[in-house]
């Protein structure tokens, strides 16, 4: 246990520090972030809450859950938010898993499954992608044992872009045994165009083990501000609850959380995101035509095929900040402003 969690610090102290390199090509498309400040909504509510922060938060965040399941058309009993939906896949590890057991997690994805099950004291098996970068959902399966107590998917996939459809999740939570906890982190579903936004969430009624995760990072562009919630049976997201450090959802976030799911502010973050959707959609088409190879996306950036130091090194020429992955042979780029994408463009045709 003591080795695996060296190994994930060094994990941690090898990612690549970006306050520590120095002067940084201007156009930052590394990091999945939206290229728009937060709406106008939000930032006045966020303003109001920093005049009350002598005052605690609400400890049971019981206005940002309300407001949450109503966008979501569930119960607020439902719901768990916490500082940021990294927090609470590392809460899910903790709740089901301990040494001894086991965990599925897809790679290349988000780093933080495999950290999560490791802190846990649960080991993990490692399952690759499919032919379209997104869950290769029957080696998932195969990977299922006696011993395993909770299954992370990413849909669509970060860093490929990649997707399953509802019914292909669907279809894996009806073979996979009920005791088994499957996490699907949908951290980028605002982006999805080929189904409907909420098409997930008609399976919370139809499996107790499912838990869908989702953030304000992205669509809602509050990545500073740390927010995510879970969506799940009453008693999963009670227990999440519980189990939170008390107050960590502090009150300028619950600001945010709250004028980002009125009317105003999903207005304006549907607006964006069809933006970012059309822009994909454009850089694909000339990806394509220029013969560079890339993953077909469903989120908010596109993985680019080919060695990632030159890749790097082409889009730095151009003012670009990408974020490489050798091991996964490419480079994530974030979609971003369309000046932004038609530097990326430039440097790659």
């Given at each position: 246990m003591?080795?695996?969690?060296?190994?994930?610090?060094?994990?941690?102290?090898?990612?690549?520090?970006?306050?520590?390199?120095?002067?940084?090509?201007p156009i930052?498309?590394s990091?999945n972030?939206m290229?728009?400040?937060?709406?106008?909504?939000?930032?006045?509510?966020?303003?109001?809450?920093?005049?009350?922060?002598?005052?605690?938060?609400?400890y049971?965040?019981?206005?940002?859950?309300?407001a949450?399941?109503?966008?979501?058309?569930?119960?607020?009993?439902?719901?768990?938010?916490?500082?940021?939906s990294?927090?609470?896949?590392h809460?899910?590890?903790?709740l089901?898993?301990?040494?001894g057991?086991?965990?599925?997690?897809p790679?290349?994805?988000?780093?933080?499954?495999?950290?999560?099950?490791s802190?846990?004291?649960?080991e993990?098996?490692?399952?690759?992608?499919?032919e379209?970068?997104?869950?290769?959902?029957?080696?998932?399966?195969?990977?299922v044992?006696?011993?395993?107590?909770?299954?992370?998917l990413?849909?669509?996939?970060?860093?490929?872009?990649?997707?399953?459809?509802?019914e292909?999740i669907?279809?894996?939570?009806?073979?996979v045994?009920?005791?088994?906890?499957?996490?699907?982190?949908?951290a980028?579903r605002?982006?999805v165009?080929?189904?409907?936004?909420?098409?997930?969430?008609?399976l919370?009624d139809?499996?107790?083990?499912?838990v869908?995760?989702?953030?304000?990072?992205?669509?809602?562009g509050?990545?500073?501000?740390?927010?995510?919630?879970?969506a799940?049976?009453?008693?999963?997201?009670?227990?999440?609850?519980?189990?939170?450090?008390?107050?960590?959802?502090n009150?300028v976030?619950?600001?945010?959380?709250?004028a980002a799911?009125?009317?105003?502010?999903?207005?304006?973050?549907?607006?964006?995101?069809s933006v970012?959707?059309?822009?994909?959609a454009?850089?694909?088409?000339?990806?394509?035509?220029?013969?560079?190879?890339?993953?077909?996306?469903?989120a908010?950036?596109?993985?680019?095929?080919?060695?990632?130091a030159?890749?790097?090194?082409?889009?730095?020429?151009?003012g670009v900040?990408?974020?490489?992955?050798p091991?996964?042979?490419?480079?994530?780029?974030?979609i971003?402003?369309?000046?932004e994408?038609?530097?990326?463009?430039?440097?790659?045709?």
């Open positions: 003591l080795l695996e969690l060296r190994s994930v610090v060094d994990r941690v102290l090898a990612a690549p520090d970006r306050s520590a390199r120095g002067a940084l090509p930052r498309l990091q972030e290229p728009w400040a937060p709406a106008d909504v939000i930032v006045s509510a966020m303003t109001e809450a920093v005049r009350n922060v002598h005052r605690y938060p609400d049971h965040r019981s206005a940002a859950r309300a949450v399941a109503g966008a979501m058309g569930l119960d607020p009993g439902r719901i768990a938010i916490d500082n940021g990294g927090s609470l896949l809460a899910l590890a903790r089901v898993c301990e040494p057991v086991h965990g599925v997690r790679a290349p994805s988000f780093e933080a499954y495999a950290a999560a099950l802190l846990a004291g649960a993990s098996t490692e399952v690759g992608l499919d379209n970068g997104a869950m290769d959902l029957d080696a998932m399966l195969a990977a044992g006696s011993d395993t107590r909770i299954v992370y990413c849909n669509p996939n970060n860093p490929t872009g990649g997707m399953r459809s509802v292909d669907r279809n894996f939570l009806q073979r045994p009920a005791s088994v906890l499957v996490v699907v982190d949908e980028y605002e982006f165009s080929v189904e409907p936004v909420d098409a997930t969430v008609g919370l139809e499996f107790e083990n499912l869908l995760l989702r953030t304000l990072s992205k669509a809602h509050l990545a500073g501000i740390r927010v995510g919630y879970a799940a049976a009453p008693r999963i997201a009670e227990a999440l609850r519980r189990t939170s450090v008390g107050f960590a959802l009150s976030a619950e600001a945010a959380v709250i799911f009125g009317p105003a502010g999903l207005a304006v973050a549907q607006e964006r995101v970012i959707v059309s822009e994909r454009r850089v694909e088409a000339a990806l394509k035509a220029g013969n560079v190879s890339y993953v077909p996306s469903q908010n950036f596109l993985f680019l095929h080919g060695e990632a030159d890749l790097l090194s082409r889009l730095e020429a151009r900040l990408a974020r490489p992955f091991r996964a042979g490419g480079v994530r780029v974030t971003g402003l369309p000046e994408n038609d530097a990326v463009l430039g440097a790659l045709l």
